[in-house]
């Protein structure tokens, strides 16, 4: 089944002289349960690509359907709690919040959903993301390593749809890497969860199930 269809994307930054095309007509589509990568160099459009996806910008031109529904002809709230209900990301920097320790973090989404909490999903996601010694840790107290698997957990812990993750191993060392690579590998397996990861290592790209790739803000 088809969950995601990107439709004709261009974004177009500036004009005149300043103007860049970050992305340049393009369209793909996403089934259930894929693996896919999205490589490329710096500058070649693939974090826009991302971002324009989860609704984070908006296209010049072309649509992102969600299942049957494009993304564009929703409102700010009705993007935001689609995002928050069936979208997870997964940020290079982690994104996590400093002040609260690791199982506050991965339950954030919930507690912002105002939604009751699945304590059994939520200790199940942290035993997989192997953190059970850990759950009371502050970010602070994380390796780089151990904090990207609480931006994992806190992803996964929505169920979400899709997850979208923008250069989850940029920040690490190559054995951490490897852990989180392993991770979401096992994630789309266990969980039959869709990803799509943006990445410009080929050999972290190879472990998808598919590669696209995009130079010049063109899939090629």
């Known amino acids: 089944m088809k969950i995601l269809k990107v439709e004709n994307l261009k974004k177009v930054y500036g004009k005149d002289e300043a103007k860049v095309i970050a992305l340049n007509d393009v369209s793909f589509d996403v089934d259930e349960g894929e693996f896919i990568a999205i490589i490329g160099p710096s500058g070649s459009g693939k974090s826009t690509l991302l971002h324009t996806i ?47 320790n690791v199982e506050e973090n991965i339950l954030l989404p919930i507690e912002l959903d105002k939604k009751k909490v699945d ?33 994992i957990g806190r992803a996964l812990m929505i169920n979400p ?32 969860q869709t990803i799509i990861m943006i990445t410009h290592n080929l050999e972290i790209a190879n472990l998808a199930d598919r590669i696209i790739k995009i130079e010049d803000g063109k899939i090629i």
């Open 119 to 151: 304590k059994d999903r939520l200790d199940k996601i942290i035993t997989f993301l192997n953190l059970d010694n850990r759950k009371n840790h502050l970010p602070n107290e994380l390796s780089g390593g151990q904090q990207q698997k609480v931006a």
């Open 161 to 192: 749809t899709i997850i979208l993750a923008d250069e989850p191993t940029g920040n690490l060392d190559s054995k951490s890497s490897s852990e989180i690579i392993d991770l979401l590998k096992k994630a789309n397996k266990k969980y039959n």
């Open 54 to 100: 989860a609704g984070l910008e908006t296209p010049t031109e072309g649509k992102v359907y969600f299942y049957d529904k494009n993304i564009y002809e929703m409102n700010k709230k009705q993007l935001t709690i689609l995002r928050r209900q069936k979208i997870g990301i997964i940020y290079q920097f982690y994104n996590l919040i400093p002040t609260l």
